[in-house]
């Protein structure tokens, strides 16, 4: 017997245990359908994948824009770090607070937070009540919030990883801008500064965010920028740190993205070989289904 079978024949007892086992059939009931919507939610990321074209031009923008950022990298650390770090500590005190109170808004949390709580808001409350338009609004719904939460959330947590792992000493660590001091796996913050999380966050939300939504993206690219200029400012990285949390934020937002394009989850590929994001529910549908879930 399916979940949805066992909720219905539930729900067609005779009443007979009074009001508290009316709530425990509710509950009972709720609980079976939060169930249901987890399920058939997962059961979306099994999908077999279909074979991506790779567009030559693609291909080769991936090529040159990985040498690009390890040269830039290398560049960065020989030409350009040590002055900045000069640079920063020039500047005047305004600034270093307007970069104190901006370089926040680079964590994880102020994206992964409302995604994942959004997702857990619409198992909670979607139920077999809803007409199956509004059920596939919501799944629409669910699978775009679950981009953005996997694009931030990965590249993210790998970084916390690697970051340990190679041991770049931060500026100032002790008491020179030497951008060529490493104490490899010391598990240790002040020894964590390549790549800068807090970029990768960053640039992995604009990428994330401007392949479901294109207008966004000069306002997401400028955010990110701004918040790799914090972390400069406020000595935490080296320049070439931030460089290279941009390219891992952006590379992994990427790679996720093709992962859900290969199930048609969110993306598909055009004819010309580009990801695009799939057309979502209009706002006024999406204002008709909260009504529903909140009725």
Known sequence: MSIGEQIKRSSSLPRKAGEGGRRRE?????????????LAYLALFRRKPRPLRAAPATLLQLIVWTAAAIVLIGAAMYFVDARAVGIAQRLPAWLIALADELTDFGRATWILVPTGGLLVLIAVLASAGLSRISQHVLAAGAVKLSFLFTACALPGLMVTTVKRLIGRARPLVDGSANPFLYHPFGWKVEYAGMPSGHATNAFAAAVAIGALWPRARPFMWAYA???????????????SDVLAGAFVGAAGALLVRRWFAARRLGFFQNQAGLIIALPGPSVSRLKRVAGQLFR
């Open 26 to 38: 509710t509950m009972a009931s709720g609980w079976g359908w939060l169930r249901e919507n987890v």
């Open 225 to 239: 920028i701004v918040i790799a200029l914090t972390r400069v400012a406020l000595t935490a990285h080296f320049p």
